[in-house]
Each structure stands twice: as C-alpha cells, then as structure tokens.
Antibody, heavy 116, light 107 residues
C-alpha cells in the first residue's frame, strides 16, 4: 500500500536550516507529483508547493519562495524539504502529500520547532 | 487562484445527528474536490475524492455532494469517532487550495 514516511521532529535555533525527508513506497515514485503542506499550531492546512518527480522542477506557492527548497533523490524514492534562515514563525508541522490526484495520501508530518 | 470557502467554521452536534459541511469554489473545478478528516496530533485522512467517491475503508455514513460550485460533505449519523476537523481541497488547478476547515465538536 502507499506509504509516505517522514523524518522525525526537529528543534532548531533561529537562523539555522532544516531538511525534512519523505520516503515513498507502494507506488511508482516518479508517476505522481509530491506536494508539501504546512500547518502552523492551531491553524489550517496551507499548500506550500509541489515538485514534479519526473523532471525535478519545483513550483512554490506565494509566501514560500526564497528560503524553501524542494528536492528529490529518486534512487531511494525520497522527497526533501529544506528551509533555510529559520524564523520562529516557521514553527509548524510540515507534511508531504500526494494530493494532486484522487489518492489523498499524506506523510505522518514532521514538527519543526524554531526557538532560541 | 481558486478560493475555497468552507462553512461553518465550527459546529456542535450530538451522536446520531446528521451533519453537513459546505465548500464553495470561486470557479469551476470539474469536481476535482477531496474531503479530509483530521484529528488532533494526526495527519489528515482522505475520506472522499472526485466530489462524491468514497475512499476505500471509509464508512458509508460519509457522503459527498455537488451542485455547481457548491460541494457538501454529509455525515448521516454522527459517531463518537467523527469528532474532528474537516477540510475540503481542490486539485483541479495549481495552486492547490484548501478550505479553512470545520471543527465538529460534541454538544
């Protein structure tokens, strides 16, 4: 069955960087787009953008340009989200998700806490 | 961008009640709409895709409907495990967009 397994929680200081991984299994990785979604504490779901798993091309939503980078390692069916120059307001749960199609599969989420 | 306006933002209901949540799309989305259920501390779970198709394993008390650009999620008889937050999401066009969520609480 389809599974998206993300890396564990992270505690970072402001200004640092973080890289979240999302390992996919149970389907052909490069046949489906991978999306990233942010959920700040107590808030709703916010789409960050997507990466084309065939070409590696990324598209970022407004508000997620510059410090946010999506990448892939197709040899191990894994997508990555890197956030640089972390700010306290980046504290959130970050999800990878296959939601560009009808499947609606989500990773379990990765909590990134930014605090001095 | 396609705006998804979800209502109500919260509701209180009792076990056994019939509950309906609405999402209005700002333009046509060809029924490319999903509904998700999220419980505290958990990832969203897909309930419905393509506006009214039930995901495998989802109880039949959940159903989706559509009328033009208005989409509904109905729970025919609310169960204790259904108290959660529900989101709609369109996947017709990038950027993908979500409704603001509906928190279903126990009356």
């Amino acid at each position: 069955q389809v599974q998206l397994v993300q890396s564990g929680s992270e505690l970072k200081k402001p200004g640092a960087s973080v890289k979240v991984s999302c390992k996919a299994s149970g389907y052909t990785f490069n046949s489906y787009a991978m999306n990233w979604v942010r959920q700040a504490p107590g808030q709703g779901l916010e789409w960050m953008g997507w990466i084309n798993t065939k070409t590696g091309k990324s598209t970022y939503a407004q508000g997620f340009t510059g410090r946010f980078v999506f990448s892939l390692d197709t040899s191990v069916n894994t997508a990555f989200l890197q956030i640089s120059s972390l700010k306290t307001e980046d504290t959130a749960v970050y999800y990878c998700a296959r939601i560009s199609d009808a499947s609606g599969h989500w990773g379990q989420g990765t909590l990134v806490t930014v605090s001095s | 961008d396609i705006q998804m306006t979800q209502s109500p933002s919260s509701l209180s209901a009792s076990v056994g009640d019939r509950v309906t949540i609405t999402c209005r799309a700002s333009q046509g989305i060809n029924n490319y709409l999903s509904w998700f259920q999220q419980k505290p501390g958990q990832a969203p779970k897909s309930l419905i895709y393509a506006a009214f198709s039930l995901q495998r394993g989802v109880p039949s008390r959940f159903s989706g409907g559509v009328s033009g650009t208005d989409f509904t999620l109905t729970i025919s008889s609310l169960q204790p495990e259904d108290f959660a937050t529900y989101y709609c999401q369109q996947y017709n066009t990038y950027p993908l967009t979500f409704g603001g969520g509906t928190k279903v609480e126990i009356k």
